[in-house]
């Protein structure tokens, strides 16, 4: 009996494990990410930095200054792409678990 109701418990708390496991591997993408766009952003920054220290005259500065905005909208543009992506998947993910998990208690016609 025992046995029986430990399995039961199992099988009750596979979704909400799965459940956790989607949310754990979503949160470390965005993370991932996240820390992808940060580099991107100092690394262009730094370049920026250095290159600002080679302009010779105020149009020089500000078309570098232009090209740098550009770049970095660019840089987090693509970092939001990714980030909703990573949303979508995980959003699906749990759609399909919870559609899994009511079909497992309504019978089949």
Do not use: W
């Amino acid at each position: 009996m025992f046995q029986d109701m430990s399995k039961v418990l199992g099988q009750s708390m596979g979704p909400f494990k799965e459940l956790v496991n989607i949310q754990t591997r979503m949160l470390e993408e965005l993370t991932r990410q996240q820390m992808e766009c940060t580099k991107a952003c100092i690394d262009a920054t730094v370049a920026q930095t250095r290159q600002m220290q080679n302009c010779t005259s105020a149009d020089e500065l500000i078309k570098s200054q232009q090209a740098y905005a550009v770049e970095l909208e660019e840089t987090l543009k693509q970092a939001n792409e990714r980030n909703m992506k990573a949303l979508h998947e995980a959003r699906e993910s749990v759609e399909r678990l919870a559609g899994d998990a009511f079909d497992a208690f309504a019978p089949k016609r």
